[in-house]
């Protein structure tokens, strides 16, 4: 049984930063097999892929988060971050993880951010 377990989340003023993580488990998962991602989703928005990391760790980002988010996965864990700086009220959102290998899809269950202006 795999499971994504999400964590990091919070309030924070607008202009501040928070770091989520992701940890994998399960006995064969292996992190570095998956493409893995972070999701957003707000009650006026469909969700979104924020921030993703292939498994030759080329990242991509949303354009609205470019040069604020920074995805990253360790060497060595089964962890993956999404670092977020100067963050805006419309960033709030509860945040999920993914980890993606055709057929394979795991979903974690999400952490809100709420970002205060």
């Known amino acids: 049984q795999v499971q994504l377990v999400e964590s990091g989340g919070g309030l924070v003023q607008a202009g501040g930063s928070l770091r989520l993580s992701c940890t994998a488990s399960g006995s064969i998962f292996n992190i570095n097999r998956f493409r893995m991602g972070w999701y957003r989703q707000s009650p006026e928005k469909q969700r979104e892929l924020v921030a993703s990391?292939?498994?030759?760790?080329?990242?991509n980002y949303v354009d609205s988060v470019k040069d604020r988010f920074t995805i990253s996965r360790p060497n060595g864990k089964n962890t993956i971050f999404l670092q977020m700086n100067s963050l805006k009220a419309e960033d709030t959102a509860v945040y999920y993880c993914?980890?993606?290998?055709?057929?394979?899809?795991?979903w974690g269950q999400g952490t809100q951010v709420t970002v205060s202006s």
């Open positions: 993914n980890a993606f290998t055709w057929p394979t899809d795991y």
């Open positions: 990391i292939t498994t030759d760790s080329i990242t």
